[in-house]
């Protein structure tokens, strides 16, 4: 019997793949936030070949007969959760030579069978830009993935672009962690910081020059050199700056870095955005937040503030959310959120920043970020209120495939941890477990 | 004439306003207040809706539906959505370990040696600490606090109220443990001890047989000296007699412990020995009341076996233990329940890695379940957060299998329990002290305020939280 449905299985998955088309999929009957647009009653997602191909209600979207219905009971629907600055995955980047690294790549360094990964899916996390440290004034190359399932290879995670290239951006920071006086040539100071940060641009614009004048003549161009590489493509904006930087000084050193050289910046943390927050919206500078339960534990963080969310939406600045896994556990990610309207945010835009702000700041916005027609099937089946604490996260799914179901004890064991939630995770590959993206 | 009347309007006039700030000091700490909730969580007994709590001379004078109880007249009415009692936070290092996280803030561990119980909490203890107010504002009203987990036997933990001057004036228990921790955070490295698990325990007993000895002998000598003066008091002394071979095998300190003779008359004979015989060993001193089931040993375990090696010593030397985070406490439930000690489980949001790679945020309500008196804590925080709230850690277990009651309970009436407290603070009820916190919803959804706390019947914050 087993090996009948089996074959079974395997034929079915064969027409699938001969015809290029999956059976659509419908999740019905569920309350439906698509972040971008109103909520829903009653709503209706429907998934196709790992996209959204319409949201609406039963009066607005056609279900062709072939259409699998999965009746959610009045659950929530909402968009995955980006996380703009996660550490999952045990990577590293820049070691202790030297202050400045941007040719090192976090690609090089991810464990992506390691349990925070399955954490962060337990916390209806679809998208994360993982992160090298803040240690260094540039740690390197980060990057953004999906966290599908069933990957091998850190390959299976990664956002391509048209051109194959795969999606990231590059770790700067200033402030204390930094600051490292009498270790090799790290600053020892925050205008030391700033001037070696400075240099590095100004070389690399340099760089970019000779670059152009070679033109198509190969001879003239300069030696390969991995740090101006990478450091060419963050002045071009195609390699998005997430700038650790807490004190408002020290925001204002960066707002001043980013005018100079005309990157696409995106703050990180931003403690003490409230203090600066029409600067920030002036600059235009998106911000991504990190709630954190008590003020301190470090002197650029002494006067953190809940309400660093609020001040910057009536600021007019774009605001997200952060993790900063494991500082704060991907597995309460919409906690933040909930934080956040505590302290006087709207509720439209926390989630907001839970999931489009975010998709913004990593420049995914045309494929993630909300429910809309034609975006990647990434979203997340709530049982209640996203900002209620005691909201659990049932369901996630990446491209129209389930990732995380509470009702599922090993998925279980992980969202709520016990014995053998820290280990890594087990490679099962299977072909149709999930693939038609409705129940098991 | 005309000149000497303004004089005296003037001086009058500044009597007046010396008479209304003394008025108003006065209506500050003697204040008669009543507290009105749609909700009251007394924790004695069922919530009431529509209730009333009248404070007077900073204790609850009354408690009740609105229906029974009359408010006096000259008492000002505060209204909030939900009230319960003031906060227990029954495990933390705040007003030692501060907000900044500098060196000279962070006086939660000596390190020059693993083995410190003289180190007392009350010593170090910043009434001023800025997280201490964090906690206030959140409804906390009481923290168990001291020394941290990280060294064998780190020093004394204190409780206090989380409002006032001197440390004088919040104290309410200078001494409340000796903290202990087994396992890998309490592992010293480069070649020092101790550097396993097995040498923990060896160096604990060690340390816990001292002073079964300084007890015997001090027990013996007061035998002597009874029968020297008063030869009919004999049979208090009996155990001593058994034991006058001083060989410290088992069954001897076994047979020995299990009949203290502190156990009877524990007070008197303190004082009696302190009086006779003035301190002359602080660690010597404060050991010897852990042997005599004065105070418990906190121990802080996280692995399955780090529990059952605290367990494993508090039966040999007949201490009481409280069990402190306790990440892998759902593997042992049935040896953690047999043995009656009550556990202050980790904060439910704590991280999972290393030695709590296994905790789980269901492991408060597992406890519970199984009869085991549990209480949360904000534990220790080496970095950002510097402390957690445990408000928020108990909500987070309500989502994770505790109902509201016993989540309440857990930084409540459960938390007193385990702080030898429960008689003044943990519930709302007549005379205990008036410890309230007030929410505008309820209390642990993350976008509830709390919106007032009461210490001692004085209202200590009004911020929106």
Same mark, same amino acid.
Not at chain 1, 102 to 108: E, G, H, I, M, S
Not at chain 1, 220 to 233: G, H, N, Q
């Given at each position: ?50 996209? /959204? ?72 996390? !679809? ?58 040539? %790290? ?23 000779? !670059? ?48 100079? %050289? ?60 952060? +993790? @900063?896994?494991?500082? +704060? @556990? ?93 280990? @890594?995770?087990? /490679? ?13 | ?13 500044? %009597? ?22 749609? =909700? ?122 989380? %409002? ?58 007061? +035998?002597?000296?009874?029968?020297? !003066?008063?030869?009919?008091?004999? =049979? ?84 009481? /233990? ?112 008036? @410890? ?10 993350? =976008? !509830? ?17």
């Amino acid at each position: 019997m087993e090996k009948l449905l089996y074959l079974i299985g395997i034929s079915l998955f064969a027409v699938s793949l001969l015809s290029g088309q999956e059976r659509p999929t419908a999740f019905i009957n569920a309350k439906i936030i698509p972040v971008v647009g109103q909520p829903i009653e009653q709503g209706i997602l429907l998934v196709q070949n790992g996209r /959204i191909t319409a949201v609406g209600n039963a009066r607005t979207v056609r279900l062709s007969s072939d259409v699998i219905s999965v009746d959610l009971n009045g659950k929530v629907i909402m968009p995955g959760l980006v996380d703009s600055h996660s550490h999952i995955g045990e990577g590293a980047g820049g070691d202790g030579s030297s202050p400045i690294q941007p040719d090192v790549r976090l690609l090089d360094s991810i464990n992506i069978r390691a349990s925070g990964i399955q954490r962060a899916q337990a916390g209806g996390i !679809t998208t994360v830009n993982v992160m090298p440290g803040s240690g260094h004034l540039n740690s390197g190359q980060t990057l953004y993935l999906k966290l599908r399932d069933n990957a091998n290879t850190i390959d299976d995670l990664l956002i391509f672009d048209k051109n194959g290239n795969y999606a990231g951006g590059i770790k700067f920071a200033n402030g204390t962690n930094t600051l490292r006086s009498g270790s090799g040539n %790290f600053p020892g100071t925050r205008a030391k910081s700033a001037a070696l940060v400075r240099e590095q641009f100004i070389k690399a614009q340099d760089y970019r020059e000779k !670059t152009r004048r070679a033109g198509n003549d190969k001879s003239k161009l300069p030696p390969r050199d991995l740090a101006m590489e990478s450091l060419v493509e963050a002045l071009d904006g195609k390699r998005v700056v997430h700038f650790h930087t807490h004190r408002h000084d020290d925001i204002m050193t960066v707002l001043r870095l980013q005018k100079e %050289f005309g990157f696409k910046v995106v703050l990180q943390h931003v403690s003490e955005a409230w203090k600066v927050a029409d600067e920030i919206a002036k600059a235009k500078a998106p911000a991504s937040v990190i709630l954190i339960d008590s003020p301190g534990g470090k002197l650029e963080s002494v006067d953190v503030s809940y309400t660093n969310g609020a001040a910057l939406e009536r600021a007019g600045a774009l605001v997200g959310f952060h +993790t @900063d896994d494991y500082i +704060t @556990d991907s597995r309460l990610f919409l906690r933040s959120a909930g934080l956040a309207v505590r302290a006087g945010m709207s509720r439209e835009k926390a989630l907001y920043g839970m999931t489009m702000a975010n998709a913004i700041m990593l420049d995914l916005q045309t494929r993630i970020g909300s429910l809309e027609t034609g975006k990647d099937a990434d979203f997340i089946v709530l049982s209640g209120d996203p900002l209620s604490v005691y909201t659990h996260v049932l369901q996630t799914y990446i491209e129209g495939k389930k990732v995380f179901d509470r009702t599922d004890p090993k998925d279980l064991l992980i969202a709520t941890g016990g014995y053998g939630a820290s280990s @890594d995770r087990e /490679i099962h590959i299977d072909c149709f477990d999930d693939d038609l993206g409705g129940q098991k | 004439m005309k000149k000497h009347s303004t004089f005296i309007i003037y001086h009058l006039s500044f %009597f007046a306003l010396y008479l209304l700030i003394v008025q108003c000091s006065m209506i500050n700490v003697f204040a008669q207040i009543a507290v009105k909730g749609e =909700t009251v969580w007394t924790m004695a007994g069922e919530a009431i809706q529509n209730g009333v709590v009248l404070v007077n001379n900073g204790k609850v004078e009354a408690v009740g539906a609105a229906s029974q109880i009359k408010i006096p007249n000259n008492y000002r009415v505060i209204n909030a959505k939900v009230v319960t009692p003031g906060l227990i936070d029954a495990h933390s290092v705040v007003g030692l370990a501060g907000y900044l996280n500098q060196p000279h803030d962070q006086m939660q561990i000596e390190s020059s040696s693993p083995m410190q119980p003289e180190l007392r909490a009350i010593d170090s203890y910043n009434t001023e600490e800025k997280l201490v107010e964090w906690v206030r504002q959140f409804g906390v009203t009481t923290i168990h606090t001291g020394h941290g987990p990280g060294a064998l036997i780190s020093g004394q933990t204190m409780i206090a109220k989380t %409002f006032g001057k001197t440390v004088e004036a919040v104290t309410l228990v200078p001494v409340a443990m000796i903290a202990a921790t087994l396992g890998d955070s309490a592992i010293a490295g480069g070649g020092r001890s101790p550097g396993t698990r097995a040498k923990q325990a060896a160096m604990l007993r060690a340390e816990l047989l001292k002073a079964f000895e300084a007890v015997r002998k001090t027990d013996s000598q007061k +035998t002597n000296r009874n029968n020297q !003066t008063n030869a009919t008091n004999r =049979t208090s002394g009996n155990n001593q007699a058994n034991n006058n071979d001083n060989s410290p095998n088992m069954k001897n300190l076994n047979s020995s412990l299990k009949n203290p003779p502190t156990q009877n008359n524990q007070n008197t004979d303190n004082q009696n020995s302190s009086a006779a015989q003035p301190s002359t060993d602080l660690r010597s001193d404060v050991m010897q009341r852990v042997l005599r089931r004065e105070i418990p040993l906190l121990v802080t375990a996280h692995r399955a076996q780090d529990i059952m090696t605290a367990l494993r010593i508090a039966k040999e030397f007949n201490i009481r /233990i409280v069990l402190d985070g306790a990440s892998e406490a759902f593997l042992v439930i049935d040896e953690i329940k047999a043995s009656g000690f009550p556990v202050i489980i980790h904060p439910t949001m704590y991280r999972a890695g290393g030695e709590t790679e296994s905790l789980s945020m269901e492991t408060a309500s597992k406890l519970k379940a199984a009869g085991i008196t549990v209480a949360l804590q904000s534990g220790f925080e080496g970095y950002v957060p510097k402390t957690r709230v445990v408000l928020f850690e108990a909500g987070i277990a309500a989502a994770n299998g505790l109902s509201m009651r016993d989540a309440l309970a857990t930084i409540t009436i459960d938390a007193a329990k385990i702080l030898g407290l429960e008689k003044r603070i943990g519930s709302i009820e007549q005379g205990k002290d008036a @410890d309230l916190a007030m929410y505008d919803g309820d209390p642990f959804e993350y =976008t !509830t305020h709390c919106t007032g706390t009461m210490i001692n019947g004085q209202i200590v914050s009004e911020v929106v939280r």
